[in-house]
């Protein structure tokens, strides 16, 4: 995958996803929430964050998004009823779910595959893998709002999903 293929190379400017997600951010961490959210924002995605895992819920029943990047703070395991919940209970089978993680030697792609999630990535995560992840979920999921409960990504994120 070339990243060059999203620069517009007559003005040097980057143009807009065809296809912009609603993006969930759970992460304890503040400053890297605030930084995922901000890129996020700049390529276009409606993007919102919750700090506290127990809000994480709550904001993605809300919002209804496409993507969730979620930090693993807690052993993994603590994960699989998370994810479970996010898929069964809200009904959210078709969210790609990413796990974040700093270097942690029991985390590995596929215990978190097992867990419930789509995919990893290892804090802290750069603005061209961030790029080339959206990129590439605007391919792999361009027809996802024919299968999605009706609602989405507000404008104003609800309380809980300040940010």
């Known amino acids: 995958m070339s990243l060059s293929r999203g620069m517009d190379t007559q003005v040097g400017r980057r ?4 296809y912009p997600f609603c993006v969930l951010v759970c992460d304890r961490d503040v400053a890297a929430a605030t930084a995922l959210v901000g890129q996020l924002r700049g390529l276009g995605h409606a993007a919102h964050c919750v700090h506290e895992p127990g809000d994480t ?3 993605a029943e ?4 496409h993507v969730m990047l979620l ?6 395991a ?6 479970r919940r996010i898929r069964e ?9 990413v796990a974040l ?3 942690d030697p029991d985390t590995t792609r596929s215990s978190v595959l097992e867990a419930g999630f789509d995919d990893l990535l290892w804090k802290p ?3 061209r893998l961030l790029e080339a992840l959206m990129r590439y979920l605007s391919l792999k999921l361009r027809d996802i709002e024919a299968d999605r409960p009706e609602g989405g990504c507000a404008d104003q994120p609800p309380a809980a999903a300040a940010g």
């Not at 809300?62 to 998004?65: A, I, Q, S, V």
């Not at 930090?71 to 993994?76: E, I, Q, V």
């Not at 209970?89 to 779910?97: A, C, D, K, P, S």
Request: glycine share 6%.
């Open 15 to 18: 143009r807009p996803l065809d």
């Open 57 to 59: 819920l709550q904001a």
């Open 62 to 65: 809300t919002l209804l998004p």
């Open 71 to 76: 930090a693993l703070p807690a052993p993994l």
């Open 78 to 83: 603590a994960h699989v009823e998370l994810t």
């Open 89 to 97: 209970v809200l009904g959210l089978e078709q969210t790609y779910l």
């Open 101 to 103: 993680s700093d270097y």
């Open 125 to 127: 995560i750069g603005a």
